[in-house]
């Protein structure tokens, strides 16, 4: 085969290979639903800010509006703010989300998927509970679903998650709970299986009993390790295990195929208290998803 010939048909395959890994790796933006019932109707409501970067100057240094401007009556005690035409326009550009785009709410726990459309949810700015409201940035931009739009069961907490754009990502394969076991390998305290997968779950103890960290390790069957990692920080606390607790049926720790085109994830293993949970991914290769939660304090 010509040199030419070869040369062109590596630099096709390079190309795809360099396609396949960018397509499998582009990052993806998650979101949390939360229900809102102190402000009349119940509402679920789930937060973009994240995506949105506000620019509260112009060149010329004087102060600039990227969305709206709060209302100073009463010392600006207005709780939230229906977007008019003109700020739900603003909104959405400086969000990078458009009208015909899908938002979507995937109940893990019961495999349930929900989609509405952009252009029928009503966007609001909510003022963020630590925060006076003077400013724009001390406000919560997102969407709304009425409570009726959803099942009158659901709970987002700890089941669910948000995505918003062309296409649903999530696989819509059942996870499976993880259920723990004491487990023999007296270099681990439990064990569950998976997917013909090993996860091995470490405590440690702070004083008087409390868990500070836990280690989670995954193997395969020819006992190579796929996943090791700490969940341990000052601001994050494990979850109780599922089973473990006589008093409460927890159901915390899941692994599956949450989403098209990646690995096999592992959540629900930690409560964060100042910043956002991840989504990991039993592959060496693949970075954690942090979710955008928008937690302020």
Same mark, same amino acid.
């Given at each position: /085969?010509?040199?030419?010939? #070869? @040369?062109?048909?590596?630099?096709?395959?390079?190309?795809?290979?360099?396609?396949?890994?960018?397509?499998?790796?582009?990052? =993806?933006?998650?979101?949390? =639903? !939360?229900?809102?019932?102190? /402000? &009349?109707?119940?509402?679920? !409501?789930?937060?973009?800010?994240?995506?949105?970067?506000?620019?509260?100057?112009?060149?010329?240094?004087?102060?600039?509006?990227?969305?709206?401007?709060?209302?100073?009556?009463?010392? *600006?005690?207005?709780?939230?703010?229906? +977007?008019?035409?003109?700020?739900?326009?603003? !909104?959405?550009?400086?969000?990078?989300?458009?009208?015909?785009?899908?938002?979507?709410? $995937?109940?893990? #726990?019961?495999?349930?998927?929900?989609?509405?459309s952009i252009n029928q949810l009503s966007a609001f700015a909510i003022k963020d509970v630590y925060s006076g409201g003077i400013d724009e940035t001390e406000y919560n931009f997102g969407f709304a679903i009425m409570a %009726?739009? +959803?099942?009158?069961?659901?709970?987002?907490?700890?089941? @669910?998650?948000?995505?918003?754009?062309?296409?649903?990502?999530?696989?819509?394969?059942?996870?499976?709970?993880?259920?723990?076991?004491?487990? %023999?390998?007296?270099?681990?305290? $439990?064990?569950?299986?998976? *997917? &013909?997968?090993?996860?091995? #779950?470490?405590?440690?103890?702070?004083?008087? &009993? *409390?868990?500070?960290?836990?280690?989670?390790?995954?193997?395969?069957?020819? %006992?190579?390790?796929?996943?090791?990692?700490?969940?341990?920080?000052?601001?994050?606390?494990?979850?109780?295990?599922?089973?473990?607790?006589?008093?409460?049926?927890?159901? /915390?720790?899941?692994? &599956?195929?949450?989403?098209?085109?990646?690995?096999?994830?592992?959540?629900? !293993?930690?409560?964060? #208290?100042?910043?956002?949970?991840?989504?990991?991914?039993?592959?060496? @290769? $693949?970075k954690s998803l942090t979710i955008k939660c928008d937690n302020r304090h």
């Amino acid at each position: /085969m010509p040199k030419k010939i #070869v @040369s062109i048909c590596l630099l096709f395959l390079l190309s795809c290979s360099f396609y396949a890994i960018g397509n499998t790796q582009k990052t =993806l933006d998650i979101f949390e =639903l !939360f229900p809102i019932e102190h /402000m &009349g109707p119940k509402f679920y !409501f789930t937060s973009v800010s994240e995506k949105i970067i506000f620019n509260p100057y112009d060149k010329d240094g004087r102060r600039e509006t990227n969305i709206f401007e709060p209302d100073p009556t009463d010392n *600006y005690k207005k709780e939230q703010y229906l +977007l008019t035409k003109k700020n739900r326009q603003r !909104f959405l550009s400086a969000s990078k989300i458009s009208e015909t785009d899908t938002l979507f709410v $995937y109940d893990y #726990v019961k495999n349930q998927l929900y989609s509405f459309s952009i252009n029928q949810l009503s966007a609001f700015a909510i003022k963020d509970v630590y925060s006076g409201g003077i400013d724009e940035t001390e406000y919560n931009f997102g969407f709304a679903i009425m409570a %009726n739009q +959803l099942p009158p069961d659901f709970d987002p907490y700890k089941t @669910s998650f948000v995505y918003i754009g062309e296409k649903n990502p999530f696989a819509q394969q059942q996870l499976t709970l993880l259920n723990w076991q004491e487990s %023999n390998d007296k270099a681990y305290d $439990y064990v569950a299986q998976a *997917y &013909g997968l090993h996860y091995y #779950v470490t405590k440690c103890f702070a004083p008087f &009993g *409390y868990p500070a960290c836990e280690r989670l390790v995954v193997k395969n069957k020819n %006992n190579s390790i796929l996943f090791d990692h700490d969940y341990q920080n000052g601001d994050a606390q494990p979850t109780p295990l599922n089973g473990k607790d006589k008093d409460h049926e927890y159901k /915390m720790q899941w692994s &599956g195929k949450l989403f098209k085109n990646k690995p096999l994830a592992v959540i629900g !293993f930690v409560d964060v #208290v100042f910043g956002c949970a991840t989504i990991d991914f039993i592959e060496p @290769s $693949y970075k954690s998803l942090t979710i955008k939660c928008d937690n302020r304090h």
